[in-house]
């Protein structure tokens, strides 16, 4: 009977422990082990302060989600239109006012000759709301794939609240997290990926 008293003792401190080590690694006292993928800069020799460094290993998931939805509307948007209107579907389909923000940035990089270009393609140049926008200025040619127009606005403008707050290196709640995992599932559902 003494045993099992101590087995339960041991692992309930084990418990303990592990939920006081889980609190430390997310308020950045502790390194957790997690590591990016792959990574091309080794952020550990920079000495950043741990819970900076803590708060991009939570957001860096939050940011490939983001990077994955924005090129794939992307490339949905081009497969689509490229195949209904043919290649001269930029000039034919998009909104003035997008075309006009994307040779206002074209331009800006320009002058930095230095810097490499974002894209190669007009569309790389495009904000996260224009792609909402050329996808309800082509209606008729995403219909079928979309329920209607209010459900993909609604979730790019949310999509698109969080996702500024990422790409600003700021730092989401977990709800947020949630309701961007929400949205994606079901644009993965809806569209595909």
């Known amino acids: 009977?003494?045993?099992?008293?101590?087995?339960?003792?041991?692992?309930?401190?084990?418990?303990?422990?592990?939920?006081?080590?889980?609190?430390?690694?997310?308020?950045?006292?502790?390194?957790?082990?997690?590591?990016?993928?792959?990574?091309?800069?080794?952020?550990?020799?920079f000495s950043f302060n741990p819970r900076i460094n803590s708060d991009a290993n939570k957001m860096s998931s939050v940011y490939i989600v983001f990077h994955c939805l924005e090129n794939s509307?992307?490339?949905?948007?081009?497969?689509?239109?490229?195949?209904?209107?043919?290649?001269?579907?930029?000039?034919q389909c998009v909104p003035d006012r997008v075309k006009k923000r994307v040779?206002?940035?074209?331009?800006?990089?320009?002058?930095?000759?230095?810097?490499?270009?974002r894209s190669t393609?007009?569309?790389?140049?495009t904000t996260f709301g224009d792609l909402s926008d050329i996808v309800?200025?082509?209606w008729s040619d995403f219909s079928?794939?979309?329920?209607?127009?209010?459900?993909?606005?609604s979730r790019f403008d949310d999509l698109e609240m969080s996702r500024n707050v990422i790409m600003h290196s700021g730092l989401l709640p977990d709800d947020e997290i949630d309701r961007i995992k929400t949205y994606v599932q079901d644009w993965v559902e809806q569209i595909g990926s």
């Open 1 to 45: 009977m003494k045993s099992i008293s101590n087995l339960k003792k041991m692992v309930m401190d084990g418990m303990l422990v592990q939920c006081q080590l889980d609190k430390f690694i997310s308020d950045g006292i502790l390194k957790s082990e997690t590591k990016l993928i792959n990574p091309r800069i080794d952020v550990e020799k």
């Open 73 to 91: 509307a992307r490339e949905l948007i081009v497969d689509r239109l490229f195949e209904r209107c043919g290649k001269d579907w930029w000039n």
């Open 103 to 117: 040779l206002d940035l074209k331009n800006k990089e320009l002058k930095n000759k230095y810097h490499s270009q």
């Open 121 to 125: 393609n007009d569309i790389g140049y």
């Open 136 to 138: 309800v200025n082509n």
């Open 144 to 153: 079928d794939l979309v329920p209607n127009q209010a459900w993909l606005t």
